[in-house]
């Protein structure tokens, strides 16, 4: 058995169908939302770095469900398969 070639679009549909892509960018996204409501602007640069990263920490961890349900959902309308 041949080894399978890494080429870019393999590498694009595995980051696509990875549920931890998509985690990772609602974490990011989620720290960007709700940034605002905790950080405060007199904190030093380090402290808002901090608190940014615990926030999209927080969010990668919440977000796994949906992460799979996304997956699943781009799986089906791309690959037909569930």
């Known amino acids: ?9 393999y590498v694009l549909f595995y980051i696509l169908f990875l549920p ?15 940034g605002p409501y905790v950080i405060e602007p007199q904190m030093a640069a380090l402290s808002r770095a901090i608190m940014f990263v615990m926030l999209a920490t927080i969010g990668y961890a919440v977000t796994g469900i949906p992460a799979r349900w996304i997956t699943a959902w781009i799986k089906k309308l791309i690959l037909g398969t569930g």
């Open 1 to 9: 058995m041949s080894k399978r070639s890494i080429t870019p679009a």
């Open 20 to 34: 931890d892509s998509w985690r990772i960018l609602m974490g990011i996204a989620l720290g960007a939302l709700l």
